[in-house]
């Protein structure tokens, strides 16, 4: 690691724990939101539509922030780009429990906070990690910085509950918004620019953004991971806005739908450091292909299933083993493709495709709700589009491993 990079192996570690602790408080507050859709609801009678489309524009906002996010971080550094996204977060969540319209929770949840929570995630922690360490360092470390995520779902959804339950939702906002301030000295890490590396035939040493932006758009194999991404997104945003109400609809209490949430993210912990691992030792086409056909079977067995407190138990963590293990072998294969000089700025694009799909996902739940009285005909496309995503990602194109590499 110290040859190739300058990086001593323990700045190397404190780099990716920095970047995990970060990823868990971003998206701790970012995977929890479905909790207060209720909440919200009843304080404010806005109704599910307008707090679902609200939460949507978040699911939007999140992903079309990273690509711009991204650049500016593969410009000047990630560290300012962290702090700046902290007081977002924080600004927006803690003004959210004193709105009480459509547009007002439009722009705190919607636009600020989630811009915020978009310049602390994926496309700007990865990217700074890939672009710091050698290449063989890099699946680990997109594994071990997304189960960061993953365990701040796992922490800050039972909590949150917990404080909803006995101080309100206001206090849990609040608290939440006081919470996401600590990735400012997090930051800390990460406050230095890298030097620009070319490790990809479409990335050589001289080439500027825009080019860069060309060369990406025109190939198939990079907009075949937009459209995988785009139902990785759908999945979700809807069950991170719906899933409460999901559990609802069977007559279960509230705490069923926050366990469900933590044991995705649990699991999920798990999931982002094996698909790390394995994205190393197997072509990460047939990685992802394998995941989302996966949630498609997962899916058909849970609605198959008895609606009890175990069957969600049960599917959140199945489901969870996928949740967001699509993030390493994604990022990897733009980095493959493209190399790392920009990675922050492709992969932020993948990550609004990634989000463009959560609008859909987070906005459909609420009208599927509103107009048949249940979520039946949004796990329907569920499946579809997990079908779909599997069988998009296997014409990518991705050299195969050497023998050595995938016996390892």
Same mark, same amino acid.
């Given at each position: 690691?110290?040859?190739?990079?300058?990086? &001593?192996?323990?700045?190397?570690w404190?780099?990716?724990?920095?970047a995990?602790a970060?990823?868990? =408080?971003?998206?701790?507050?970012?995977?929890? &939101? *479905?909790?207060f859709v $209720?909440?919200?609801?009843?304080?404010?009678?806005?109704?599910?539509?307008?707090?679902?489309?609200?939460?949507?524009?978040?699911?939007?906002?999140?992903?079309?922030?990273?690509?711009? #996010?991204?650049?500016i971080?593969?410009?000047?550094?990630?560290?300012?780009?962290? !702090?700046?996204?902290?007081?977002m977060?924080?600004?927006?969540?803690?003004l959210?429990p @004193?709105?009480?319209?459509?547009?007002?929770?439009?722009?705190?949840l919607?636009?600020l $906070?989630?811009?915020?929570a978009g310049?602390?995630s994926? $496309?700007?922690?990865?990217?700074a990690?890939?672009?710091?360490l050698?290449?063989?360092?890099?699946?680990?470390?997109? *594994?071990? =910085?997304?189960?960061?995520g993953s365990? *701040?779902q796992f922490?800050? /959804?039972?909590l949150?509950?917990a404080?909803?339950?006995?101080?309100?939702?206001?206090?849990?906002m609040?608290?939440?918004?006081?919470?996401?301030?600590?990735?400012?000295?997090?930051?800390?890490?990460?406050r230095?620019?890298s030097a620009?590396?070319?490790? /990809?035939?479409?990335d050589?040493a001289?080439?500027?953004?825009?080019?860069?932006?060309?060369?990406?758009?025109? +190939?198939?194999?990079?907009?075949?991971l937009?459209?995988?991404?785009?139902?990785?997104?759908?999945h979700?945003? %809807?069950?991170?806005?719906?899933?409460p109400?999901? !559990?609802?609809?069977?007559?279960?209490?509230a705490?069923?739908s926050a366990?469900?949430?933590?044991?995705i993210?649990?699991?999920n =912990?798990?999931? $982002?450091?094996s698909?790390? !691992?394995?994205s190393?030792?197997?072509?990460m086409? !047939?990685?992802l292909?394998a995941m989302?056909?996966?949630?498609a079977?997962?899916i058909?067995?849970?609605?198959?299933?008895?609606?009890?407190?175990w069957? @969600?138990?049960? %599917?959140?963590?199945?489901?969870g083993?996928t949740?967001? /293990?699509?993030v390493p072998?994604?990022?990897?294969?733009v980095?493959?493709? %493209?190399g790392?000089r920009?990675?922050?700025?492709?992969f932020?694009?993948?990550l609004?495709?990634h989000?463009?799909?959560? #609008?859909?996902?987070?906005?459909? *739940?609420?009208?599927?709700?509103?107009?048949f009285g249940?979520? &039946?005909?949004?796990?329907?496309a +569920?499946?579809v589009?997990?079908?779909?995503?599997?069988l998009s990602?296997?014409?990518?194109r991705?050299?195969k491993?050497?023998?050595?590499?995938?016996?390892?």
């Amino acid at each position: 690691m110290q040859q190739q990079t300058g990086m &001593t192996p323990g700045a190397a570690w404190m780099l990716m724990l920095a970047a995990a602790a970060i990823m868990m =408080i971003t998206m701790g507050a970012r995977l929890t &939101t *479905g909790l207060f859709v $209720s909440p919200i609801n009843t304080s404010t009678g806005m109704g599910i539509v307008s707090i679902s489309f609200a939460m949507a524009v978040g699911q939007f906002m999140w992903g079309a922030s990273q690509p711009i #996010f991204g650049a500016i971080a593969d410009k000047h550094g990630p560290g300012k780009v962290i !702090v700046v996204g902290a007081i977002m977060l924080a600004v927006g969540t803690a003004l959210t429990p @004193f709105v009480d319209s459509k547009w007002g929770l439009i722009m705190t949840l919607g636009i600020l $906070s989630a811009a915020g929570a978009g310049a602390g995630s994926f $496309s700007i922690l990865i990217g700074a990690a890939a672009q710091r360490l050698p290449a063989e360092r890099r699946a680990f470390a997109s *594994g071990f =910085i997304n189960a960061g995520g993953s365990f *701040g779902q796992f922490v800050f /959804a039972p909590l949150m509950q917990a404080i909803i339950n006995t101080a309100g939702w206001v206090a849990a906002m609040l608290t939440m918004a006081v919470t996401t301030l600590l990735t400012i000295p997090l930051a800390w890490p990460l406050r230095r620019r890298s030097a620009p590396a070319a490790q /990809a035939t479409n990335d050589p040493a001289h080439i500027g953004l825009k080019q860069q932006l060309k060369i990406a758009l025109r +190939d198939p194999s990079y907009l075949l991971l937009h459209a995988g991404f785009f139902t990785c997104g759908f999945h979700i945003a %809807f069950l991170v806005t719906h899933l409460p109400g999901e !559990v609802a609809l069977c007559s279960l209490p509230a705490g069923v739908s926050a366990t469900s949430l933590a044991l995705i993210g649990l699991f999920n =912990i798990a999931g $982002s450091l094996s698909a790390g !691992v394995l994205s190393s030792r197997m072509r990460m086409k !047939v990685l992802l292909a394998a995941m989302y056909g996966s949630r498609a079977l997962i899916i058909v067995i849970y609605l198959l299933a008895p609606k009890s407190a175990w069957t @969600f138990y049960i %599917f959140a963590a199945a489901l969870g083993a996928t949740w967001l /293990a699509t993030v390493p072998p994604t990022a990897g294969l733009v980095g493959k493709l %493209f190399g790392t000089r920009y990675l922050a700025t492709l992969f932020g694009l993948t990550l609004l495709s990634h989000q463009t799909g959560a #609008f859909f996902g987070a906005w459909l *739940g609420g009208l599927a709700f509103v107009n048949f009285g249940d979520y &039946t005909w949004m796990w329907y496309a +569920d499946i579809v589009l997990a079908i779909a995503a599997a069988l998009s990602n296997l014409p990518i194109r991705e050299a195969k491993l050497p023998a050595r590499a995938a016996t390892a």
